[in-house]
């Protein structure tokens, strides 16, 4: 298939509920009124083959995952998600004309559309081309949130509470036992597929405006990532351990192997909220909970010491033990 069969095969039906794209034929894309009183929250998130992925991941799981990270940074802010474009550097044996690049790029619409289907987002545009290096993606995403409300990471206040939605460690376990070093296949599974495709929180997330005071998705790891909450907001984040979600297969793999502990606190690809708020907003967000069929924890606190993270043992005690500057970051 030659680019413009392309488009018009493959990636225009991608664009058809969203009016202003016009079905790709236009130069760009128009975006609606974001609507009285919201505006338009925009993210972008690129990976790489090599780098994100393995290059020979299936099409359609690696399309879901790029579109779903982009997904979870709407949440974060509080956004509803509306539209997406997606940009293409392929390398010659998927971009030339050869059925196998055909089938490759029929694999990545494919996941973009049950993916599409799945959060309710469209296909506004794009661009595909032809690389020298590794296979890339880039993915732009657009939604829609109260201008004066969007979840920000500066906003967390002494007395507030903390709390993450699902479970946390799944995504770093899942990518060591993907490199072989968990040998638990009876246990792994499960977290190989997390780590493959996350779960955006796309309903969860708009529906905390105006409860949480400060909130991001865990990307970089939950400790780093309640940092980050930390410092934006200058104030100190308690984490208790013990109250840390974990799933079943990663409480099989800490079992078995205490030192993973360290990769559930630390590592990433979690794709899970984050967020701080009042005390008196805990019987609302246990309610959020129930409706939106989503596990929400609550696992510490802000105070107002020095800005940064400590984590607490089951004794209440702060943990410092465990490399790379410890679990209490300044
Ligand atoms: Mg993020």
């Given at each position: 298939l030659g680019e413009f069969a392309r488009i018009d095969q493959i990636f225009a039906p991608l664009s058809a509920g969203a009016p202003g794209a016009f079905g790709l034929t236009d130069d760009a894309a128009l975006l609606p009124d974001a609507g009285p009183g919201q505006g338009w929250v925009v993210t972008n998130d690129a990976v790489v083959a090599g780098v994100h992925f393995v290059p020979d991941d299936p099409p359609d799981l690696v399309a879901r995952k790029a579109l779903r990270c982009n997904l979870s940074d709407l949440a974060a802010m509080g956004a509803a998600p509306y539209g997406y474009t997606v940009a293409l550097a392929m390398p010659r044996e998927v971009a030339g004309d050869g059925a196998a690049a055909t089938d490759w790029v029929r694999a990545f619409a494919r996941g973009l559309a049950e993916d599409q289907a799945a959060f309710g987002v469209h296909l506004l545009g794009g661009d595909s081309v032809s690389t020298p290096g590794p296979l890339w993606i880039s993915i732009t995403a657009f939604g829609r949130v109260d201008s004066a409300q969007a979840l920000r990471r500066s906003g967390a206040r002494p007395g507030d509470e903390l709390w993450v939605t699902g479970t946390i460690g799944d995504g770093a376990l899942g990518l060591l036992a993907r490199n072989g070093r968990i040998l638990r296949d009876d246990v792994t599974e499960p977290l190989v597929q997390r780590y493959l495709l996350p779960e955006p929180r796309t309903r969860l997330g708009p529906a905390l405006v105006g409860i949480a005071t400060a909130a991001l998705d865990v990307s970089d790891g939950l400790v780093a990532d309640a940092g980050h909450i930390a410092h934006r907001s200058s104030v100190r984040i308690e984490i208790d351990a013990p109250a840390m979600p974990l799933s079943a297969g990663a409480i099989a793999c800490v079992d078995s192997a205490p030192d993973l502990l360290h990769h559930v606190l630390?590592?990433?690809?979690?794709?899970e909220l984050l967020f701080t708020a009042p005390l008196d907003r805990r019987e609302t967000i246990e309610a959020l909970a129930a409706e939106t069929a989503t596990r929400i924890s609550r696992i510490g606190r802000v105070t107002d010491g020095r800005s940064g993270v400590t984590v607490l043992d089951r004794h209440g005690e702060a943990i410092d033990s465990l490399g790379s500057g410890g679990w209490s970051h300044a």
């Open positions: 630390t590592g990433g690809d979690d794709y």
